[in-house]
């Protein structure tokens, strides 16, 4: 099979750089996707990183990634992503957990939305389910299948303590290859 993948956001200490908490979006997405490339690749698969790492703006870092990721037909496009909002520093004993946002209902994408969801909730993650979003930037504007892979909260303490970049890759890539 062949696939994109990407970091949503830009480098750390860029403009653009995506969800900090008590982790960084951007280093951390970056870490789960240099794991899945090299899973991947040990598998056989080809795989294109379309991570985009000068964007001037949020716009313009999309733009790039979307770019990129329409030079190659491939299976299926990947965006990591790292979710934040729930701010919980101190952790209650409950994770917020992962989701998947597809473009619709009918997207070809969506059975690997529902796996990806199923596998990391196995790591102890609540499964937040799938989410459509068509007006996202990535899954409106690819034009190959898509997921947007939101591993689990930067600002949830519970989250945090549970996340592993190494066992997230492998996650992501059981629930690709099923």
Do not use: W
């Amino acid at each position: 099979m062949k696939f994109n993948i990407h970091a949503g956001h830009n480098p750390d200490g860029k403009v653009a750089c995506g969800a900090v908490g008590l982790m960084k979006e951007s280093t951390e997405a970056r870490k789960v996707v240099d794991k899945v490339i090299t899973l991947l690749e040990q598998k056989g698969h080809t795989v294109y990183n379309c991570t985009c790492n000068n964007g001037i703006n949020q716009q313009d870092v999309l733009k790039k990634i979307v770019t990129k990721c329409n030079m190659h037909k491939v299976d299926l496009d990947l965006s990591i992503h790292f979710n934040s909002g729930r701010n919980d520093y101190e952790g209650d004993g409950n994770t917020t957990g992962v989701e998947v946002c597809i473009h619709s209902r009918t997207s070809k994408s969506k059975p690997y939305a529902k796996k990806v969801c199923e596998n990391i909730s196995k790591l102890g993650y609540k499964n937040r389910g799938i989410k459509i979003r068509p007006e996202l930037y990535v899954l409106k504007h690819t034009s190959n299948p898509a997921i947007l892979i939101e591993c689990c909260f930067v600002d949830d303490r519970d989250d945090v303590d549970l996340y592993d970049s190494k066992k997230m890759a492998q996650k992501i890539v059981d629930s690709i290859l099923y």
